[in-house]
């Protein structure tokens, strides 16, 4: 299950640093089900059904985290932990709260959840045409560092391979489309 996030769209009703102060971020709670569907469904050409999540949430290591703003679930996350790095596996914002900071916020508080003595990277996959998404992350520091051919059983869809980590020095050496037609 690849990440899916939505084509972002402007939010107008409070500006991006009111957002991101007033958004608390805590455990997704089963009560929460019907307000993440909901965002869900509107974010996603083919969304998660409840089972999905429900099997996804019931696994050992994996977390769900929410986004509430004046009562109302705004946003989820859920990642997986694993030994060395962190895996998103679905995320996004409602519709009517992009680019306000929610997203940044909770990319964020995944980030601060990584340290140099054990988990040092976040991983995950977006959809080669969700180019919000791709820049989101971008914009999070997150690199692209290789394309998973026909990665999605919905679709014949590639996924690009992402991953931010605390390494900086680290050089980056795209693996895409491009440097293998450069190598040829």
Not at 5 to 27: C, H, M, N, P, Y
Not at 67 to 80: K, N, P, Q, W
């Amino acid at each position: 299950m690849g990440l899916k996030r939505a084509k972002g769209q402007f939010g107008t009703e409070t500006s991006t640093d009111e957002a991101a102060l007033l958004t608390q971020i805590r455990w997704l709670i089963r009560r929460d089900m019907d307000e993440v569907l909901a965002i869900e469904r509107s974010s996603f050409e083919f969304p998660w059904t409840e089972e999905e999540f429900l099997c996804c949430l019931r696994q050992r290591n994996c977390i769900g985290t929410v986004a509430e703003l004046d009562h109302e679930i705004v946003g989820f996350m859920i990642y997986e932990l694993h030994q060395s790095m962190l895996r998103i596996l679905n995320f996004a914002v409602a519709p009517n709260r992009r680019r306000q900071g929610v997203g940044g916020q909770m990319v964020q508080r995944l980030v601060d959840k990584l340290s140099q003595q054990r988990r040092r990277e976040i991983v995950l996959e977006v959809r080669e045409t969700n180019l919000d998404a791709q820049l989101f992350f971008a914009d999070s520091n997150f690199r692209a560092l290789s394309v998973l051919r026909n990665h999605y059983d919905d679709t014949l869809e590639d996924a690009y391979y992402m991953r931010y980590s605390l390494r900086s020095n680290e050089a980056f050496a795209p693996n895409n489309r491009l440097a293998d037609y450069d190598a040829a």
